[in-house]
């Protein structure tokens, strides 16, 4: 199968968040028909991590995730891009990886192995499972794929992604003084969120705040006694530092919990590649175990999640190049 046929199927198995069974499982076929060594790491029924081995222990792992948001997209290419949902982000990395680690062993390297994980744009549940793995140990660098232009990321922002709950007091909407609104409540705890001016860091940037989804109430015509909204902070500083700014903003007028959260991380980089800071997070945080990290990939953050996703067909060339190029100063 040829890069792009590779990646034009991946990206036909639906694999979002939560139902990443099916691909898992075609790429566990297709990398055991490659000779490697495959463990289905489960992480819940029907939801396993992809570990790919040879008989050489692993000092470089090339990882990515498999689960991508919804919708689900099927793929269609041009003569320029292959479109789709996650071929930038990420199964077009998944087949860079793929046929970057066959290019490695053609030529005689046999220490690398391939990790990828399900839950990554959610909670990260494979990569904390994969953490404990006692392969881990073996890894000497971990080469994660995410859409950094095929440019080496040296740091990420952190992220923290959390629940605001009010409650109130249910009363019919024409006597609202027997009630009391807990989106009332909600929706002044968001305005005094949306005020905070946030600190800035020199090196990673910006810290910023999406109020990504709001549900609450039962009908207009009943004041609402509960209210609940999921919010993602992308951190430029510290996690404590962000906890504290976010707890006086909802000055006990509401619950907070704490989904996940992990802090800026710097990455490892060696010289002769193109370098950038990227706002996103991934699965690095929770792959601790697996060596000294690297962040690289193709496709662009700005089309990941998009209706309109793509990769550039000549990047996902340029992809497998780099992947080798990289290993191959790594074991230098």
């Known amino acids: 199968m040829k890069l792009f046929e590779l990646t034009r199927q991946l990206i036909d198995i639906p694999s979002l968040t939560g139902d990443e069974g099916a691909a898992g499982s075609f790429l566990a076929t297709y990398l055991e028909d490659l000779r490697y060594r495959i463990e289905k790491q489960e992480i819940a029924p029907g939801r396993f991590n992809i570990l790919a081995t040879t008989e050489a222990p692993p000092r470089i792992v090339f990882s990515t995730h498999i689960d991508t948001v919804p919708p689900f997209i099927g793929s269609r290419e041009d003569d320029e891009y292959i479109h789709g949902r996650g071929s930038c982000d990420a199964k077009g990395i998944i087949a860079a990886q793929i046929f970057a680690a066959e290019r490695l062993r053609a030529s005689g390297t046999n220490e690398i192995g391939l990790l990828f994980t399900v839950d990554e744009e959610l909670s990260s549940e494979g990569a904390q499972a994969a953490n404990k793995h006692p392969l881990a140990r073996e890894c000497r660098f971990l080469i994660n794929g995410e859409p950094t232009d095929n440019r080496m990321a040296i740091g990420t922002k952190g992220s923290v992604r959390l629940i605001i709950t009010a409650s109130g007091r249910a009363a019919h909407s024409a006597y609202p003084e027997y009630g009391e609104s807990a989106i009332e409540k909600l929706l002044d705890i968001l305005n005094h969120i949306r005020a905070v001016e946030w600190p800035d860091d020199a090196f990673f940037g910006a810290t910023t705040c999406n109020i990504g989804v709001l549900d609450g109430g039962t009908r207009p015509n009943v004041i609402a006694d509960h209210a609940r909204a999921q919010l ?98 790594l074991q230098s």
């Open 232 to 329: 993602q902070i992308r951190l430029g500083i510290d996690i404590e530092q962000v906890k504290r700014i976010v707890e006086r903003a909802v000055g006990g007028r509401g619950e907070i919990e704490y989904a996940s959260a992990h802090n800026p991380v710097r990455l490892f980089s060696i010289p002769g590649f193109d370098e950038s800071v990227v706002r996103f997070t991934t699965d690095v945080p929770y792959l601790s175990n697996w060596g000294k990290p690297l962040l690289l990939g193709p496709g662009s953050i700005l089309d990941a999640h998009t209706e309109h996703e793509r990769i550039a067909k000549r990047e996902l060339e340029d992809a497998v190049d780099l992947y080798v190029e990289l290993a191959n100063k």
